[in-house]
């Protein structure tokens, strides 16, 4: 099993422009999540998505948009990257219908703004 | 709010030695998990222990365990016989609204193991 995969692992943008970062799990996990990690901080929640079809703002969502496509996919889009959403972003996933499991995390893209 | 607070930046040990990470949480929740996530250089977030807030018994991964205090809101780490593999970031996190990836994280603990 791969686990969680994330695309790309690293990327430099140039400010205004707009990305896709892609994700996408192998577990049946119900639940997804991005995160974002800037230094000397922990993983701040970006968006979540509990279950298929639904999708939900954590701590930092301005300035993202996501979409879960579906049960094995969810996306986070830069619609005008900025200098500040400089980071290491992760994306992870959780939970099957029968078990309330950890987080599995992939592992991270390095998104660079100039 | 719900925080997660790492007092300690960082810390260093002696191979084969024992080091204990502090970590504590508010929260209002009367049920919820604590993990500690390992962060090597390869940036990989790895789970190391989790702990279940209605279980009073200390959970225990072979080299590593925690110290559960429920009514102080603290959940240390302790790695014992340390290893050279053991150096990381190890970040202390709290779980919220029933699922285990909505993560608070703290700022983390940077662990050094010298030979």
């Known amino acids: 099993n791969a686990g969680v995969t994330q695309t790309p692992k690293f990327q430099v943008l140039k400010t205004g422009q707009s990305m896709t970062l892609q994700c996408a799990q192998d577990?049946?996990?119900?639940?997804m999540y991005w995160y974002r990690q800037d230094p000397g901080m922990g993983l701040r929640l970006i968006y979540y998505?509990?279950?298929?079809?639904?999708?939900d703002k954590g701590e930092v969502p301005n300035g993202y948009n996501v979409s879960r496509l579906n049960k094995r996919e969810f996306s986070l889009r830069l619609e005008s990257a900025a200098p500040s959403q400089t980071s290491v972003y992760f994306c992870?996933?959780?939970?099957?219908?029968?078990?309330?499991?950890?987080?599995?995390f992939g592992q991270g893209t390095r998104l660079t703004v100039v | 709010a719900q925080t997660v607070t790492q007092s300690q930046p960082e810390m260093s040990v002696q191979e084969a030695e024992t080091v204990t990470l502090s970590c504590t949480y508010d929260?209002?929740?009367?049920?919820?998990?604590l993990f500690w996530y390992k962060q090597p250089p390869s940036r990989q977030m790895i789970l190391v222990i989790r702990?279940?807030?209605?279980?009073?018994q200390n959970a225990t991964e072979n080299r590593f365990s925690v110290n559960f205090q429920k009514a102080a809101k603290s959940f240390s780490l302790k790695i014992s016989d340390s290893q050279l593999g053991d150096t990381a970031m190890y970040f202390c996190a709290f779980s919220y609204g029933g699922s285990q990836g909505n993560l608070i994280f703290g700022k983390g603990t940077k662990l050094s193991v010298k030979p």
């Open positions: 998505s509990a279950s298929e079809g639904t999708t």
């Open positions: 929260t209002s929740e009367s049920n919820y998990y």
């Open positions: 992870a996933s959780s939970g099957t219908r029968n078990t309330n499991t950890e987080a599995f």
């Open positions: 577990m049946n996990h119900n639940s």
């Open positions: 702990q279940e807030a209605y279980k009073q």
